[in-house]
């Protein structure tokens, strides 16, 4: 895994710097751990909490209640099965078995699955561990493959500050068509209706 350091070093490399000695430590250690955890919230394989809700009772919903800032990336019957997880606008929007979501509580606009017997599994996205100094490890469970996002961001930040705003824009547009490729994986992993695009 690289550091923070290789990842600003490479990320330099990318940009045409007007003057490579006018650097800000704190602002790219800042811009790592915050694109970091954009990568983790997207990617929730990375590292998941599982929590498993017992069958509330008949009508009632499952009510996590977790440390998680975010929904679930993905819910499973006990047997493994996936649970679509759909907009409480649009609750047809997938077959059976099915949820929608408010807040933290999840409902079944049907008979599957079954509050009064079935209980659930949620997996909620962790967050990174968050670089602190350059010398700094980047988290372990980041796939080094994906440490080209980081070096994007990084490049970006410098043409950014920089004023190359061409360079700014096509930076952009190449982190938007890399995002992409690993959304496609993220969406398999996710299973049913993506509630990014039916948000509740």
Same mark, same amino acid.
């Given at each position: ?30 811009? &790592?751990? @915050? ?6 919230? %997207? ?5 998941? #909490?599982? $929590?498993? =809700?017992? !069958? ?7 009510? &996590?209640? @977790? ?6 990336? %993905? ?5 493994? #099965?996936? $649970?679509? =997880?759909? !907009? ?30 079935? !209980? ?81």
């Amino acid at each position: 895994m690289a550091t923070v350091q290789e990842i600003i070093d490479n990320g330099r490399k990318r940009s045409a710097l007007n003057d490579a000695n006018l650097t800000d430590d704190t602002a790219l250690i800042e811009l &790592i751990g @915050s694109v970091l955890q954009e990568i983790f919230i %997207r990617a929730p394989w990375l590292r998941m #909490t599982k $929590v498993v =809700v017992s !069958a509330p009772g008949a009508s009632q919903p499952w009510n &996590i209640y @977790s440390s998680a800032s975010h929904p679930a990336a %993905r819910v499973e019957k006990a047997d493994g #099965t996936r $649970v679509n =997880v759909v !907009a409480v606008q649009e609750p047809d929007a997938a077959f059976d078995p099915r949820l929608y979501r408010v807040g933290n509580s999840y409902y079944a606009p049907g008979t599957d699955p079954d509050p009064a017997s079935d !209980a659930l599994i949620f997996f909620h996205p962790d967050v990174p561990t968050f670089p602190t100094a350059t010398s700094d490890t980047i988290d372990t469970d980041l796939p080094q493959a994906w440490e080209r996002l980081l070096e994007i961001k990084v490049a970006k930040w410098y043409a950014a500050r920089d004023g190359r705003l061409e360079e700014a824009q096509m930076l952009e547009g190449e982190w938007i068509a890399l995002l992409g490729v690993y959304d496609l994986v993220a969406e398999d992993f996710r299973g049913g209706a993506d509630e990014k695009d039916h948000p509740v």
